[in-house]
T-cell receptor, first 113, second 114 residues
Framework: DTAVSQTPKYLVTQMGNDKSIKCEQNLGHDTMYWYKQDSKKFLKIMFSYNNKELIINETVPNRFSPKSPDKAHLNLHINSLELGDSAVYFC????????????FGNGTRLTVT | GENVEQHPSTLSVQEGDSAVIKCTYSDSASNYFPWYKQELGKRPQLIID?????GEKKDQRIAVTLNKTAKHFSLHITETQPEDSAVYFCAASNPGGGADGLTFGKGTHLIIQP
């Protein structure tokens, strides 16, 4: 009965491919996020989305696009994958837009070869 | 934007001793300061948080202190146990919320020596 679930857990693909990672939360939270954790463990926010407003971190390449069919889902689509995209991607949700605890999914380890 | 500095990057303590991790932030408007624990291969999980109207908060062996004037906050773990070994992240959030709201420190790898 996972609160924030993301699939797949592992994703191995070649450069140039397009891939998607799915995320669902059953907590009834208003806001969802995507974070990237690199090899040095640094957690960097990519997107936040609260059903009406999408905020994109300006450093995220436009090859990355979030798609939210409804409040409980925020999927991540990546075009033209590059070696530097290899990382662990975490989906998260929070009850409100402002200053509330993040609940993370278990992560998707993306390896681009 | 907010900048969060976290020290040390690695901390090794003997089992039973205390561990202290320190963070500083740059945006005086920040008012929410959570701490996350990430065990190897797992997701980050919230262990304690504090808001700017409180100077200290304690939960069993874990405590967090906040000094708004100096813009720093610290995590204190007493009577450390092997299961405390993990990477700990501090974060600071301003009232704006969303992507601009939460900035993480770079993490502290806490190692508990038996």
């Amino acid at each position: 009965d996972t609160a924030v679930s993301q699939t797949p857990k592992y994703l191995v693909t070649q450069m140039g491919n397009d891939k998607s990672i799915k995320c669902e939360q059953n907590l009834g939270h208003d806001t969802m996020y995507w974070y990237k954790q690199d090899s040095k463990k640094f957690l960097k926010i990519m997107f936040s989305y609260n059903n009406k407003e999408l905020i994109i971190n300006e450093t995220v390449p436009n090859r990355f696009s979030p798609k939210s069919p409804d409040k409980a889902h925020l999927n991540l689509h990546i075009n033209s994958l590059e070696l530097g995209d290899s990382a662990v991607y975490f989906c998260a949700s929070s009850q409100t837009w402002e200053n509330s605890a993040l609940h993370f999914g278990n992560g998707t380890r993306l390896t681009v070869t | 934007g907010e900048n969060v500095e976290q020290h040390p990057s690695t901390l090794s303590v003997q089992e039973g001793d205390s561990a202290v991790i320190k963070c500083t932030y740059s945006d005086s408007a920040s008012n929410y300061f959570p701490w996350y624990k990430q065990e190897l291969g797992k997701r980050p999980q919230l262990i304690i948080d504090i808001r700017s109207n409180v100077g200290e908060k304690k939960d069993q062996r874990i405590a967090v202190t906040l000094n708004k004037t100096a813009k720093h906050f610290s995590l204190h773990i007493t009577e450390t146990q092997p299961e405390d070994s993990a990477v700990y992240f501090c974060a600071a959030s301003n009232p704006g919320g969303g992507a601009d709201g939460l900035t993480f420190g770079k993490g502290t790898h806490l190692i508990i020596q038996p």
